[in-house]
Structure formats: C-alpha cells, structure tokens
C-alpha cells in the first residue's frame, strides 16, 4: 500500500493543482547540487581560499636558505595581511634585500618592523639594508594592504644571488 502512495506522490496531476513532477524532479535535483556547491564552499573558505588558512598560508625558502619568506597566497581587496622575509647572514652584518616584482602595484606597504637602517628604490621595486644579530639572522615584517585585482608576482633577492619568487592573488 506504501509503494502505490508514494507513486502516486512522484506523478504529475492536473487536480487540484497542476504539477509536472518530471520538472520538479530536476529542480530537486538542482537544489541538492547547490546545497553540495554552498557546503563546498563553506569549507574551502574556513580553509583560507579567500584569505588567511591552510590553503592560503605559505613559506618558501632561497636555495642556500639566507632568504625565507612566509605569506598569504590569497588576499581580500582592501584586506591587510602580512608577509615576513627571514634573512641569514654573518653575525651582526648589514644585511641587504631587495623587493621587487610586480606585487607592489598589487599591495600598499602599510608598515615595515623594524625600520631598516637604509632604503633605496630598485627600479620598481626597493632595497633594505638590515642589522643581522648575533646569530646572523634578520627578521623583516611588512603589512600588506591589497589594492588591485589578481595574480601578483613577488621576487625576494640577496646580492649573493639567493632569490625566492612567489605569487599572491587579491580577490575583489
């Protein structure tokens, strides 16, 4: 008795309203894939595709390991988001990097910790120089605030020849 309910529940009537149950089983359908696409993306964002996560979060490191950076791969317009270079060298050395790449047309330098002890401007892009410790080691902080739309390409260089190259992508 259940099966002849339900069969007739899933088959088009014309009384007392018209259904065309072909067509709203499509539409079921549809719902569903769109309820699976919505949670997909849910998780993708709580796992940093649009900004700060997992899927976001990067560190490199040039060859001979003087230069390491760790960034965000993916950034919000108007967001602010970090990018630290980790700089190797002698023990209480001046240190000099320089930043280029397009990603400075992409990205507003909103700060830099600590100050470097020189700055120059390198085509389109900057050198720093900065005051190793004891363990030869110099940390660069910089605050990013996106302002453009898509891929930026960043370069990170020594004057020994150490250079780690990544990429960032400012969503609208």
Same mark, same amino acid.
């Given at each position: 008795?259940?099966?002849?309910?339900?069969?007739?529940?899933?088959?088009?009537?014309?009384?007392?309203?018209?259904?065309?149950?072909?067509?709203?089983?499509?539409?079921?359908?549809?719902?569903?894939?769109?309820?699976?696409?919505?949670?997909?993306?849910?998780?993708?964002?709580?796992?940093?595709?649009?900004?700060?996560?997992?899927? &976001? &979060?990067?560190?490199?490191?040039? *060859?001979?390991? &003087?230069?390491?950076?760790?960034?965000?791969?993916?950034?919000?317009?108007?967001?602010?988001?970090?990018?630290?270079?980790?700089?190797?060298?002698?023990?209480?050395?001046?240190?000099?990097?320089?930043?280029?790449?397009?990603?400075?047309?992409?990205?507003?330098?909103? &700060?830099?910790?600590?100050?470097?002890?020189?700055?120059? *401007?390198?085509?389109?892009?900057?050198?720093?120089?900065?005051?190793?410790?004891?363990?030869?080691?110099?940390?660069?902080?910089?605050?990013?605030?996106?302002?453009?739309?898509?891929?930026?390409?960043?370069?990170? *260089?020594?004057?020994?020849?150490?250079?780690?190259?990544?990429?960032?992508?400012?969503?609208?």
């Amino acid at each position: 008795m259940t099966d002849k309910w339900e069969q007739d529940d899933h088959r088009s009537r014309q009384y007392p309203v018209r259904e065309d149950m072909v067509f709203q089983h499509k539409v079921w359908r549809f719902e569903r894939v769109g309820w699976y696409v919505l949670v997909l993306l849910v998780i993708l964002t709580l796992l940093g595709l649009f900004s700060r996560g997992p899927l &976001s &979060s990067r560190q490199m490191h040039s *060859a001979d390991g &003087s230069i390491g950076v760790e960034y965000e791969r993916f950034h919000r317009n108007g967001s602010t988001n970090p990018l630290i270079v980790r700089l190797k060298g002698a023990p209480n050395a001046v240190l000099e990097v320089e930043l280029g790449g397009d990603w400075l047309e992409g990205f507003d330098v909103q &700060s830099v910790q600590p100050q470097p002890m020189r700055s120059s *401007a390198a085509g389109p892009g900057m050198k720093l120089w900065l005051q190793a410790d004891g363990q030869g080691e110099a940390n660069l902080h910089l605050s990013l605030l996106g302002e453009g739309l898509g891929t930026y390409h960043g370069r990170i *260089a020594t004057p020994n020849g150490a250079v780690v190259t990544f990429s960032q992508f400012i969503f609208p």
